[in-house]
Every structure is written in C-alpha cells, then in structure tokens.
C-alpha cells in the first residue's frame, strides 16, 4: 500500500466515528479498528521491502520553492514505530469499547484518537523536516483533546492545558532547530540530511541547533525538567493514557532522537547533553513514583523513569546503546501499555485507583492479577521476561559510560535507577493484589469480561514470549538498529540470550532486586520520611509561571495594544519612519537617472482637487455625510489619475468599488448620527496631526527619490508582460495577473470577501433577533423623509437600464482577457445594476422576485474558481494552473476558449453575492427601522388607494 493511504487512513477515518455515533458503540468502535487495522494491514504490505533493506519512498512536490514537499520515507526505524502506534491503537480501540461508560460520546472518542493516531502515523513517516513539524504539532493539538476528553473534570482540563503548553513551546523551540538544520545542510528532507553528519557537526551553528531540537523532543518526551506534564496527564481515560504514554505520543521525541542519531549524536555537546537529562530523569522518575500512592500516577512516573532510561541510552552515542534502546523501546510498549490497561480495568471494576484502598485483589480478580503481575515483573527487571533483557543491556551499557571524568558514576545512578524501579513495581503487586481481601472496597471487585482484559493478556504473552526466546526479536530490533545507525556493519554483534555469564550487569542488576524488595519492606518509614522532606512541587511552579508571564505580557500589551487605532497608526508610523530614517542616514544614494517631467495644467487641477478633499475631509470629518463625500470625490479623482497613466483597468475597478462602496456606507449612515462626538484631546489631536506630517513628508520623499532613479532590480512588471501572452494566453496584463499569475492571491480574496458578507449577514441576523430590533422598530427619524420613496422616474429609469447595464457587464467579462475588464469589474458593474432595483423599486419588491440566494451565488462563485484550479492536477500542473486554445466555428471568426474564463466566472458570482448579501443586510435593518416597505414597484396607484376600486379590480381578476 502506498505510504499517503497509510498516513492518509486515519484523517479521512476520522470522518466515521461521529457519523456512526448514532448507530451504536459497537458500530462507532467497529469502524474505528476496521481504519486502524486497514492502515497496519497497509504497512504491512511494505514490511517484504523493509526486510530486503529497502527504503520505501513517497513524494508528491507541495511548495517546491520553500522547500516544503510532502515527502514519505519507510525505513526500518519508521516501520518499528508505525507497527507499535497502528499494532497497539488496534488493541486500545477494542479496550476503549468496553471500558467507556455509555455517558461518554464514544464517536467523539474515536475522532480525536485518529487524528492523534493519523499525526503520529506522519511523524515517522515524514522524510521532510517541515512536514515532520506539521504532524508534530498536529499531535501536541490532538491530544490536548484526548487528555481534556472529560471535560467534567477540572484536572482534566488543567492537565491537557499543561500538556499543550509545554509541549507547544517545545515545539516552537524545534522548530527553530529544524529550520537551523535544514539551512546547513541545504535541504529539508531526512533523507538528505541524513548524509551530511560532517558538515552538519563542523558547522557553528550545530549546538544552538541540537539545543532547540533537543527542547523539542525533551518536552514531548517528558525529560527533566519538563517531565512534570506527563502525570497531570493522568486525568484523561484509561485508554488515552495506555496509548499516549506507552507507544506513541511520550515516544515521539524518542523517535527524533533516534531519527537524527546519525547526524546529531557523537559529539560531547549530546553526550553531556542527553546522558545527563536521561540519566536524571531516570533516577528522579523512579523514585516519585514509588511513593505515590495514585494507581496511575505510580505508572506515569515510572514511564518518565523509563524514558530516561532510553533517552540517556540514545545519548551515549555508541552502537550498543542504541540497540539497547531500541530493544527497550519495544519492550517498555508492551509492559507498559498492559498495566495502565490494567490500573483502567481496577479503576472501573473496584471505582478507586488509591493504592490506600485496595489490597487482595488477586482473589477476587486473578485474570487481572496474572497480567498486571507479569507486566510488572517485566518492568522490575525479573528473568525470563523482556524486562530482564534490556535492562541488563541498559546497565552494561552504564557500565562503561564515563559521565564528568567520573567513571563509577553512571553505573550508580542507574543501579539506584533500577533499584527504584524494581520497589515501585513490587509495590504495585504487593500493596495491590497481595494481602487479605478487604471488606471495605468502594466497589466490589471482580475480573471483567474478556474486551477488558483480554488486550492486555495479548501484550503480556509478547511480554513471556520475548523473554523466554529473544531470539525471536534480535533480528528485527537489529534491523532497526541498522536504520538509525545508517550503517547494517555498525550493528553489534552481541546475541540476545537470558544468560550472559557472571557479568557486572548481572550482579548490578541483583543489587537493584534486593534493594528493591529492601526498599518496600522499609516502606512505611521511607514514606514519613518521603511526606517530611521538602520538596518543590511542580503544579503550582508552573501555574505561578504561567500567571507571571501573562502578567508581564498584560503589563508590555495592554498599553500598546489597546484597540485605539490612532495609537497602532502613531506607533507604526514613526516606526517605519525611524527605520528609514537610519537607512537613509546610513546608506548611501545614486544620482537621480530620470529628469522631472513637467506638469501639465490639467494634471495639476486634479492634484488641486486631491488635496482639497482630503484637507476638507480631514477638517470637516466630524459630519459624516459630508465625509463620505469627500472620500468618494477622493477616489473618482484617483480613479481619472489611472486613467491619465493609462490605467483602464484599475480605473474601472476604482471606479465601481466607489460607487458601490458610497451605497453601502449610505446605508450604513443611515441608522448613525449625522454627527461624530469629539473623543480626542487637543493634546493627541496635536500629536496625530505631527505624526501625518512626518509619514507624509517622509513618503513623499521616498517616493520622489524612487521615481527619478532606476529599480535596484528589474521589476517582475516585465516578467508579466513577456508571458501575459504566451504564459496565459492574454494580452491584458492585469487580469491575465489576477487568473493566473496570482490566481491563487485572487481565490484568497474573493474567499476573503465572501466571508466579509457572511459575516455582515451574521451580524444583522444577531441585531434583529436582539434588543437592538426594539430600538430599530421605536427609531424615530430626526429628518422629514421623502413622501415617493419609491419615485416612479426612478422605477422606469432602473428598469430599462438593467437590460442595457447587464449586456455592458457580459461584454466587459468576455473582453476582460484582452482588453480592460474581466469578472470582477464586471460583477462590480452587475451589482450596480442590481442595487439600482432595490433603490428604485424598494426591497419588498426585489427580494419578492429573488431566485437565488445570495449565499448561494457566493459558494458556488468560489467552488466555481476552486474546481476550475483543482482541475489542473489531473494533466500534472500546478494549482490554479490555466490553458488556452484556439477554435473556429463557422461563420464565427477564431476565438479563444480559456480556462481562465471559469475562474474569472468564479470571481464574477463571489463579488455579485458577496455585494448583494451586504447589501440586503443593511437593508433588512432598514426595514426594521423604517416604515412598511411596499411589494409594488411604485408609490402612486390609484387604485390601490381607493377600496372601490381596489375591490373591482380584484372582481375582474377573479372574472
């Protein structure tokens, strides 16, 4: 199967659980494991290749340009990763059946559980460091939604808050990283990164790369310091948690780790770097955990615990390390995921996970027993279970690590490590399951049905299986240990066997046994010992961290940023003013190449009339009406200078855009006061008024020196125009730009615009269905209105225009390519058109002979424009791709068919609707306000005022 349907399987079925919902949980959770098991038997099928030593590729150009390629890669480190994220999501979704209570909306369960599992999925599969980052985020977002899943539960929220922003900022910090890493090598796929170890490490700017890579997978990986999210993650569900903090989301930065071993790792910067914070985080998880007394919470320390085990693995940079953590990997995912399907199955049958609690449980729940006893003694480190095996190569590897010039150190913090470890686990069954049966259980306890318990026991028997016959799982965790070392002859040749004689991890291994059961004996003591020790906590260091840094962020913000425009524009302005202030100051200026040209006088009246309206608008702004038309002589002044410079297109486009805007405003107006309040003190109107003069007085000057001199660069103008033609198979510059060039700019806009008028629509659905109708319907007017709003020149006049303003629209859309015009002109001209009939005939009238909605009109404008760019993917060309031809149908003369006509249709339908449902926006607030519109289409009717004759017209009708 190709590697898109197997990263793709999860997303699209993550569509499914919410539309079975309805069905049932069997049906909900059915079509949950049927995508997950479609994805595991997919990659599967690779698994053939993956054995030959093949690297299965997958690659599909996204934005070439940036670097940006949705990029796959199947090697043995990604296929060991997606079997355990797609083996143990199988086993997970039939646990989460039978574990959720029917309060629970299961289909929305599952929806988040694939779109973490899906993110995941693209995780180790991406062989593009940018794409690597996307899923990356996708899973910090995806499973702020699995923690936060209870959303009843105050922890639940706190936790999943705490998750996201630890793991979000260090995501942020990798991003960083990564961008850093793909910058030296020159490429942001894996593959060729991982080819460039020398030039990477000679580089300068390696150890600020590895740090902020390192934050990234230390925060998502639950290393010290930032171990502190992973067990306030506890509140979610059982299953989240066995899923997460088993095989997926906690391994993500222990995949990366291992991902870019071969560049990153061999250096003294990662080995003090990630010994360290492994072998810390190991000692310090272990030895939490066994004093909590939160059946869950002892097994999210002791996954922080094994973490670091891993982690400080990965960083000794040698070969047996990191078989040794790959071995442990595959391991601890099936241990560990057993026993949080256990500590669940206790929880839901017993209604505690207090340790306090609970207590001979292996009477009265001994399928329960054997599975969780097994799974612990496997973590413990106990022979002849998987365990056992990579912990001991664990402690002969620290046996031979040298950490600051101090070579006993390692093997004794690790021992310490195991000896913790080994307590905990001993606790779990001792504390738990061993001792007399209780008469004072919250719930009575008894093994459930086999959808509990038995995925679980199918990860228990992996766990005897390997540890009886690890032969079975040498040749393949020597396979991956071969992809992350990036070379098969690296991989030790060390056998995998229960028995290695009497070595000095064997011995050290005893010590943490005994210790251990030492430990628990002495438990009580440890415990007051433990409860009178002071010790920071990490919950409230980190709420007071939070509410700091909100605080300094309100106390730098709020007076910047607080929703006065005049300060945002005084701000930027002298800014950008400063900024070029320096530039000039600093830099130096050619001699001017272009002379002044002379201005003629009509040129020079319109400047007149420029500057008078905007001095009048500025001195009379206050009086709104006035204002706005001011501003509208503003742009019909503009609109004559495009003309002038020979700029028809964008004259006609200034042109409708003021016309339709000064309607709308009008309307707007309508329900404002004439008059604006005075708001400003002198001292800010002084101040706003020094501010313009200086961004004038400094454009002005920019804009006079960039006239008379050369473009530092020849303008992208004379790209356009050499390829207008031959590129896009029209002569008119501009809208061939707008179709083509920067079509995909144009889809944006008019999707931006559609949005605008839905937005207006929302708002007047809110103010009519609020208080603010009250008001509109008691509005009394402050000026006499007109007693004809509806005059009938005005009717007839808008009547026949419409025919002759519709055909001038057509006309200016076919000639658009060529000539000026195109779809947004010409919707621009059409709306008018329109607008016209509602002034003139009143909105009762027109919204009566409507056949479409406006809504409508806008969706299907910009699924018009996207189809026509989704179909240049079917003949291989990028989005928003156009083509031409030429055809000739007898008698017509040759014309041209091109697909930027569909597109520019698009843009047509979006402006008109978008136009329109503004328009009758405003309008139905009006009509609140106003008096009964009238369905006619003139005021003056005779017979509609005299009943007599209103009465023998209607006898005729009915005649």
Request: glycine share 10%.
């Amino acid at each position: 199967m190709s590697l898109f349907f197997i990263v793709a399987l999860p997303f699209f079925g993550a569509l499914l659980p919410g539309l079975m919902n309805s069905a049932g949980r069997a049906a909900t959770a059915g079509v949950t494991f049927t995508v997950t098991l479609a994805a595991f038997v997919g990659l599967l099928t690779n698994l053939p290749s993956v054995v030959a030593g093949e690297v299965v590729m997958a690659r599909v150009d996204w934005m070439p340009l940036l670097g940006l390629n949705f990029t796959l890669m199947l090697d043995a480190l990604g296929f060991f990763f997606a079997f355990l994220i797609l083996g143990i999501g199988l086993l997970i979704i039939a646990y989460a059946r039978h574990y959720l209570s029917r309060e629970d909306n299961m289909g929305q369960f599952f929806t988040y559980l694939l779109l973490f599992q899906g993110a995941m999925v693209g995780i180790v599969l991406s062989d593009n460091i940018l794409l690597l980052l996307i899923f990356w985020e996708l899973t910090s977002l995806s499973s702020f939604l699995l923690i936060g899943y209870w959303k009843h539960l105050p922890e639940g929220r706190q936790g999943a808050r705490m998750a996201l922003t630890v793991t979000g900022m260090g995501g942020l910090a990798m991003i960083g990283g990564m961008l850093i890493l793909g910058q030296i090598a020159g490429s942001y796929d894996l593959s060729v990164i991982l080819q460039n170890r020398e030039l990477i490490q000679a580089d300068p700017l390696y150890v600020p790369a590895l740090i902020l890579i390192l934050l990234g997978c230390f925060t998502k990986s639950a290393q010290f310091p930032f171990h502190f999210w992973l067990p306030h993650a506890m509140a979610a569900p059982t299953p989240v948690s066995a899923y997460l903090h088993s095989a997926t989301m906690v391994k993500a930065g222990i995949f990366l780790m291992a991902r870019m071993w071969p560049v990153l790792s061999g250096t003294p910067e990662w080995f003090m770097i990630v010994t360290t914070a492994g072998l810390v985080t190991m000692v310090l998880g272990a030895v939490i955990a066994l004093f909590k007394h939160d059946l869950k919470a002892l097994l999210a320390f002791s996954t922080v615990s094994h973490l670091g085990l891993i982690t400080m693995l990965l960083g000794t940079g040698t070969a047996f390390g990191a078989m040794a953590a790959m071995f442990h990997i595959l391991n601890h995912a099936t241990f560990k995921a057993a026993l949080f399907m256990s500590a669940g199955i206790i929880d839901h049958e017993a209604h505690t996970r207090d340790i306090r609690l609970l207590g001979g449980l292996s009477k009265l729940m001994p399928v329960t027993f054997v599975v969780a006893a097994l799974a612990a003694l496997s973590m413990a480190g106990i022979p002849l279970l998987n365990g056992f095996l990579s912990k001991e190569m664990m402690l002969e590897e620290a046996n031979h690590t040298v950490l600051f010039d101090t070579p006993w150190l390692v093997p004794v913090l690790a021992t310490i490590g195991s000896l913790f470890s080994a307590a905990y686990c001993f606790r779990l069954i001792g504390h738990v399951f061993l001792g007399p049966v209780r008469d004072d259980y919250p719930a009575k306890p008894h093994d459930p049905n086999a959808g509990l318990w038995l995925p679980p026991a199918i990860l228990v028997v992996l766990v005897v299986v390997i540890g009886i016959a690890p032969f079975l799982a040498e040749p393949f965790v020597k396979m991956v240990t071969a992809s992350v070392l990036g070379d098969t002859a690296s991989v030790p040749k060390a056998h995998f066997k229960i028995w290695h004689g009497l070595v000095p991890a064997l011995f050290m291994s005893i010590a943490a046994v005994v210790g251990g059961l030492l430990m628990l004996s002495i438990f009580k003591p440890a415990l007051r010992l433990w409860n009178a020790t002071p010790r920071p906590e990490a919950k409230p260091i980190f709420e007071a961290t939070v509410e700091r840094a909100a605080s300094l962020a309100r106390a730098v913000i709020l007076p910047l940023h607080n929703g006065a425009f005049s300060r945002y524009a005084a701000i930027g302005s002298i800014t950008i003013v400063a900024a070029g202030y320096h530039a000039w100051s600093t830099g130096t200026i050619s001699a001017p190449t272009y002379k002044m040209q002379p201005a003629g006088i009509i040129p020079f009246a319109g400047w007149l009339m420029l500057v008078a309206a905007t001095f009048g608008m500025v001195m009379m702004h206050r009086n709104r009406l006035l204002s706005l038309i001011l501003i509208g002589i503003v742009g019909l002044t503009v609109s004559i200078g495009f003309v002038y410079f020979s700029a028809p297109d964008l004259a006609m486009t200034q042109f409708t855009v003021e016309v339709v805007t000064i309607i709308l405003l009008l309307l707007a107006l309508n329900f404002l006061p004439n008059k604006t309040p005075t708001e400003s003190s002198v001292l800010r109107r002084v101040r706003d008024t020094g501010v313009a003069i200086i961004g004038g007085i400094a454009t002005f000057g920019l804009s006079y020196h960039y006239m008379l001199r050369d473009a530092v660069s020849a303008p992208i103008s004379e790209f356009h125009v050499a390829n207008s033609y031959k590129g896009g198979g029209g002569t008119n510059v501009v809208n061939v730009i707008l179709v083509d060039f920067r079509g995909f700019d144009t889809y944006g806009e008019i999707i931006v615009l559609g949005i605008a008028a839905l937005l207006i629509f929302a708002l007047t659905e809110t103010l009519l269905g609020g208080p603010v109708r009250a008001r509109l319907v008691n509005r009394k007017p402050d000026q006499l209105r007109a007693g004809n709003t509806h005059p009938m020149m005005m009717v007839v006049l808008t009547r026949g225009m419409m025919p002759v303003v519709l055909m001038v629209g057509f006309y200016i859309f076919l000639r658009g390519h060529n000539e000026p015009g195109g779809g947004f002109i010409a919707g621009l001209i059409v709306s008018i058109a329109v607008v016209m009939q509602y002034m003139a005939s009143g909105f009762g009238w027109a919204s009566a002979r409507l056949r479409y909605p406006y809504h409508g009109v806008i969706g299907a404008g910009v699924l018009i424009a996207g189809l026509t760019g989704i179909g240049s993917w079917f003949v291989g060309k990028p989005f928003l791709t156009s083509d031409f031809t030429y055809v000739r149908i007898p008698p017509f003369e040759k014309f041209e068919l091109a697909t930027a006509a569909l597109f520019d249709l698009g843009v047509f339908l979006a402006v008109v609707g978008a136009v329109m449902l503004s328009l009758e926006s405003f309008s139905r607030i009006a009509r609140q306000a106003g008096p009964d519109d009238s369905e006619h289409a003139m005021d003056i009717d005779p017979s509609r005022d005299d009943p007599a004759r209103a009465l023998d017209a209607s006898a005729k009708e009915a005649v």
